[in-house]
């Protein structure tokens, strides 16, 4: 029984192996070709309505001038010179005739006589001028000699351009009964501007005449050939007329592949511009230029739209396999459940007899089991406490060395302060000693700034590892420099230290904190002095210039400068290049994150001659700012 339904599973799984590809594949297609008819319904309707919008603006562009030359052949001034012109100066004839060629806005107007030859044109200054040519072989010429209207379409022999023709008779006798007419008016008008208003449409549009010449297209390439192979019989027609002047019209190439709808079509091109992709077709017929305009619409969004609706075919299908699965193993499982519940059912009926001996064995068991289980929990609890534990004092940890840092900071940046207020201090007493109060109260207040100073260093570095809202004030470049030189002036005279100044006469202004600012300079000028030690002519270089609207502060030093692998972590806490004991490499990085909080920037570099140069960059600030007076006065001392 085992067998037999294990081979019914095997045969199941394979039908649903076949069948579920072959249904996925079905169902792909199928809304492929639902969403392939109505790409192609909805792609054709956006034809016809260009299509019909195109052909009604071709057509009343070109019939807004039918009747120019109509006005013209009765003008007074063309009568009177076709009268007699072999008597008569055609030159105002010719301007007049070229002031409504510029008035109509169209190429060229001239006028013929009964014989056919030009005596008068618009364009009679040009080196391809109408006048002097015959034009009997126009039919624009033969329909007017007879008393109609004549129109044509094709190149001009004199200018190979592509126009439009209208010709009119001028009479200047029509009242007799067999009167004829004595010569022709006619207008030419171009069609570059309707094809260049095609331009912006997405398909391809063109003009065929009654030969099927591509007369007019938006894409250049398609001019002038046939969109059929022609014959020998019209080839020789074409030339006699001549149209198309000496022009190959090779056929485009076209290649109708399925009738899609009542005078719709599938193409393709087998060579030329449009070749490689397949196209639908509508024509409409022009009856009064006895035209047809075709557009070819691209079938790339129908392709899409087949692609688009396949995947989501296919991925429902696919939720609804998957549905369908699911719900089949469900109930797979619940049958095996109630198979193994019955089989289940027979094993307790044939050991019952054995039940009281199996309950008392699986009761020790099973108190074995919870007792095991018990001190399992109890192991995890006790880890988790320990887990817990651990994480806090991981936390208390991150949190001692982030007061351990900021402690080496507050003691680092107020090293320098302190030794100045010892030298006040000291020199205040000795001033004392000699009576000299006015200079003693000077030391004491300068003693009184620099503790002010420590307070406020000391607070901003509360604020190294976030973001600070610092108030912002103009603050002038050389003023703080010179501040920060002050707390230098006795280290600098007893070690023989140059000062080189090099900066602007004119104040320069940035906006930023007063106070970080010149603890970053103080900072700067400390480890310059540091590196300048052991140099036997130790000079201290401060620079301030003015680039791309940033004010570069530099502080050079000649001392033996920075190694070239150790420029990448200069900035990096706790790294230093000092000997062990001489400092915890935090004055720095400190330093650049000041200069990041102030919307600047530190950098360093060797110099070519020798030392390091470290270079702040803020933006330049062009008009001081207005202070309180109580921040006047408290600033007027730098800045």
Sequence with gaps: MTSHYRLSTGRWRLFWLICIPIGLALCMWQAAQLAREQALSNLQDDAENELRLSAANLNGYLLRYDYLPRMLATREGVQRFLDSPENQDPMPLNLLLDRFRFTAGVSDVYLLDRHADTIAASNWHRPNTFIGQNYAFRSYYTDAISGGQGRFYGLGVQSLERGYYFSAPVWLDDTSPDARPDGVIVVKVLLDDVEESWAEQDAELFVTDSDNIIFMANRPELRMNALYPLSDDQRESLRETRRYAMEPLSPSGI????????GSYLVSFTHGPLSGERYLSLTRPLPELDWHMH????LTPVINAQWIAALMAGGLYGVVALACGIGWQRLRLRREREAFAERERQTLARVRDELEVSVER????????????SDEIEERRRAEANLRQTQDELIQAAKLAVLGQLAAGINHELNQPLAAIRAYAENARQFIELARIDKADAN??????????????????????????????????????EYALRLFHSRLRDDGITVVQQWPDETLWVEGDLVRLEQVLVNLISNALQAIKEVSSPMLTLSVEIKQQQVMISVADNGPGIPEHHLGQIFEPFFTTKAPGSGLGLGLSISSRIMEDLGGKLQVTNQPTGGARFTIALPCSTTPNVLPPSSAKGNSNHA
């Design 444 to 481: 004491l207040a300068q003693i009184v700034e620099l503790t002010q100073r420590m307070a406020d260093i000391s607070a901003q570095l509360r604020q190294f590892s976030r973001k600070s809202s610092e108030r912002q004030e103009t603050i002038s470049v050389q003023a703080c420099i």
């Design 295 to 298: 557009i070819l619409k691209p």
């Design 255 to 262: 290649e109708l592949l399925t009738p899609y709808d009542q």
């Design 362 to 373: 699986r009761t020790r068991d099973l108190v074995a089991s919870n007792q095991r289980l």
